[in-house]
Nanobody, 126 residues
Framework: QVQLIESGGGLVQAGDSLRLSCAAS????????MGWFRQAPGKEREFVAT????????YYADSAKGRFSISRDNAKNTVNLQMNSLKPDDAAVYYCAAARLTTDYAPTYAAEYYYWGRGTQVTVSS
């Protein structure tokens, strides 16, 4: 079992940056592809970014491309999401998720993820 704890959310102004972190329990962190999703009030949860087990493959939602960067440190059991040039539309609860897959790739669908954190709130004022 994997427990995921997100941190780093907060209230920022448009144009600011935030770095979200997700700490994972257990000794098999490197066996999981990791992803970030977000959910704004009244909207469905949406994909933001994903990274494969080794960290060599990443994918981003169109809304995140060029502004967000996902990275992982398998030695520290952490995955990070660097968010730059934040916009009010980025405001949401951000969730970290882990996927244990039979092949090594970076999944983009929420259904491919089995473990989820409780989320961290990001608020962006205009």
């Amino acid at each position: 079992q994997v427990q995921l704890i997100e941190s780093g959310g907060g209230l920022v102004q448009a144009g600011d940056s935030l770095r979200l972190s997700c700490a994972a329990s257990g000794r098999t962190f490197s066996s999981y592809a990791m992803g970030w999703f977000r959910q704004a009030p009244g909207k469905e949860r949406e994909f933001v970014a994903t990274i494969n087990r080794s960290g060599g493959e990443t994918y981003y939602a169109d809304s995140a491309k060029g502004r967000f960067s996902i990275s992982r440190d398998n030695a520290k059991n952490t995955v990070n999401l660097q968010m730059n040039s934040l916009k009010p539309d980025d405001a949401a609860v951000y969730y970290c998720a882990a996927a244990r897959l039979t092949t090594d790739y970076a999944p983009t669908y929420a259904a491919e993820y089995y473990y989820w954190g409780r989320g961290t709130q990001v608020t962006v004022s205009s």
